[in-house]
């Protein structure tokens, strides 16, 4: 019995009824608009108590409706769903994504939900999700707005890459679901809502990157919707226009990250802005636990980052993966380990840097204060053939490259500024067929390739927010 | 390692900075913030206005202006008109639109002034360091020296009103010293046009122009770019700019790591560790006179400065040394340590 219990345990936790949900949209307002008419089934409102009318609003509306809950109500709240009418509960946990495993971790509460109920919808909430935008430099404070004079900045990009990232190794087999609050720097949006780009931003940016994604929709945008509102509705359909384009790639995403950079870390909060940084420099890296830092995971890698300590197992295996031609970037790291005998190639203040075999090992000794350096620095210790996916005219634009059925290849884009881009693209392998599409085209259209060193160029001639681009041989799809 | 981020992402967590409705509340006008990507870099616009639509459509003006400046004169763009300036020019006047033959005429300004430190017609250059900069092989002293011929801004001949020849068979131009500098001006113009009388533009943080003051306040405070943390410089911006330009940011595992500034004059990108923030009546003079001042270091810079009317500029080195010159606008130190560079 005990052993029947475990099993079904281990389905449970790994089934999620929800696969492929993509968006669920976060409702406060006590009027709600019917299912059919918004175009989506999941809505979440959150768990005050138990007979919330807005359940049952929901529900009657056409809903499945998830409440959104905190761990200590989780299980209050699954023993009411039936009678609350409730598809799901979400866990909203607090505390970083490092943390929320091992016993009494919202992970394991997790389990045990599924376990016991096993026809409700448990998910989990990763913390730490933020708006994700263009930025300028621009503070409007409480005393004031402030500018700061700097040389010329790229665009700073909010995203939350490097939080599905770390959440796809945290929590194995859950697909990352992430929400955000509103950032609104203008007062007339701060009042009456963002506009559509910013909600479009964040449903390219969540299907893009595999995860999930509670929308928080406006409470004007709400009441206008419920109070069927034309301009509202106008509004709503641009939006509803990219939930739907997405949804296809939210249903199959069993294909995997193209991506010769590892990224291993024993201490999240440190080495976090450094994973952000590298993701915003459109850097595909695989983020592995600690221990996993064995030679078979980093046999196709060209780079592998590394905070914290080796083991004497982990050290034996940079050193040979150094040896064979890899480059192993160390930080803040003050152990001696083999390699720290030989004379370095070059020493700095912080940095050493040793050619071992084909290879090298690069140790920084303190830890990264300015990622943005680091991120590019890495970029730089990848040569030419090593760079899977190289961007132009895209400063604004975050990417990834999956790897797809046969050698097919699928490129998610997305265009954080809103503002219609032509970018140049070029990835790894050689491919004869190049398409793209957008939301707004609504059809795929064909690009021109050109193959060259083992790399494919192209070029999409304009897309505002997201793009999909899949790479083929003539005649495949 | 330096703490080196003033505006970078991670260090100024706006959101808790957010109390906006604490401003508004401080007067009738009401602010409307908007941003538009553009020349590779963010536009940002705060503008103060009793109607929040008159606000809007002037910002939206304005942006549009930016956006048709970046077509003009980007040399990405195969068909924007500088472009095609530099592909058909060579001993053969080329008509091109007014802003592109003007934002030309205000660099030879600086390019004069400055006997050759600063010159637009950098571009080839630029273009062969372009690959060691990110890591690659440096271009071959021969190679330098080719290119060289190619560069000096008195090969160019502007015939008014609209014609420009360039007098060299590889001569090109590079305008991302001073287009950003440009658009901001015409932002402006557009602004006041519309009748916008308390405005701040900000280009990517490297050009600033504040039109007027934000309610209840003398003007629009800017903290300048301080590589030391401990000077702690500041101006005041009431109906003029200011510019900063440094070398792009250093690399940790490089110490050698080339500058992103090409000197015309040898050929070879600058290596200089002082910012420098310029400021003037006008976005296209601070923009201009940042790059040139920066190639031209604080001892050249400033005599320089000395002979330019309402001009200030200020060095700062990682060592919070700092050293300023000003011919009119003040630039306020907080904390000032160390002297002259």
Known sequence: MRDLRIVLLIIASLVSPSAGAHVFIRWTEPSIPPAKALGVQNLVITWTAPDNPLFQAAKRQGYRVYAEVTPAQAAAAARASKSEGLAGIIVAAPGPVSERTGAGSPDELIKSLRAEFPSLDVRLLEPGGKQPQMRGGIVVGKNGVLGVSSPTQQPWIDSNVALVRFANVYHPGETPLVDFTWNLIDPTEQRYGPPAVDYEIAIAEAASFHADLILPIHKNLQKDLAQRNPQAWKTWDGILRYIRFYQPIAVNRTVHLLSNVGFTTNDYDASYEAANLMARHNIPFDVMMPGALAAKRLKDMALVVIFGPLDTAATGTVKNFAANGGTAVLVGQPEKYPWSSLQPASKNEDTAIYLTGKGKIVEIAEPITDPEAFAKDVWRLLSTHQRQLILWNALTTLAAAYQAGGSSVRLNLVNYSGNPLRVQARVKGAYSAVSYETPERGSWASLKPVEQDGFTEFIIPKFRVGTLVRLGEVGSR | ?341
Not at chain 2, 88 to 117: M, N, T
Not at chain 2, 125 to 153: F, H, T
Not at chain 2, 192 to 210: D, K, V
């Open chain 2, 1 to 341: 390692m330096r703490w080196r981020r003033i505006v970078g992402g991670w260090t100024i967590p706006l959101a808790l900075f957010l109390l906006p409705a604490t401003i508004a509340a401080s007067s009738s006008s009401q602010f409307v913030y908007k941003k538009q990507y553009s020349m590779g870099t963010v536009y940002e616009i705060v503008a103060y206005s009793p109607s929040v639509n008159r606000a809007t459509h002037a910002i939206d003006a304005a942006f549009q202006a930016i956006v048709a400046l970046d077509h003009m004169m980007s040399n990405y763009d195969a068909q924007s008109d500088l472009s095609r300036l530099d592909r058909e020019a060579h001993f053969h006047s080329v008509r091109v639109p007014p802003d592109l033959f003007r934002v030309i005429q205000d660099s030879l300004v600086y390019s004069r002034a400055s006997e050759g430190k600063y010159d637009v017609t950098v571009a080839p250059l630029v273009d062969a360091w372009k690959s060691a900069i990110r890591g690659g092989e440096p271009p071959s002293a021969a190679k330098i020296n080719e290119l060289r011929g190619c560069v000096g801004y008195r090969k160019v001949q502007l015939i008014p009103a609209d014609r420009i020849e360039f007098h060299s068979p590889c001569l090109r131009i590079d305008l991302g010293s001073i287009a950003k500098g440009y658009a901001v001006d015409r932002a402006v113009e557009i602004l006041r046009s519309q009748n916008i009388q308390s405005a701040l533009i900000n280009a990517g943080g490297s050009t600033l122009y504040g039109i007027g003051a934000p309610p209840g306040s003398a003007g629009w405070s800017i903290h300048l770019r301080d590589p030391s943390g401990r000077v702690k410089p500041e101006v005041i911006l009431r109906d003029d700019s200011v510019s900063t330009s440094e070398q792009e940011e250093e690399s940790l595992i490089d110490a050698d790591k080339l500058g992103h500034l090409i000197d015309p004059v040898t050929g070879e990108p600058v290596r200089s560790d002082f910012a420098v923030s310029v400021v003037a009546k006008t976005a296209t003079a601070t923009d201009g006179l940042s790059t040139t001042l920066f190639l031209m270091g604080p001892n050249d810079g400033s005599q320089l400065v000395r002979e330019l009317p309402d001009v200030a500029a200020i060095w700062i080195s990682p060592m919070g040394k700092a050293r300023v010159a000003s011919t009119g606008p003040k630039i306020l130190l907080h904390q000032s340590q160390g002297g002259d560079p």
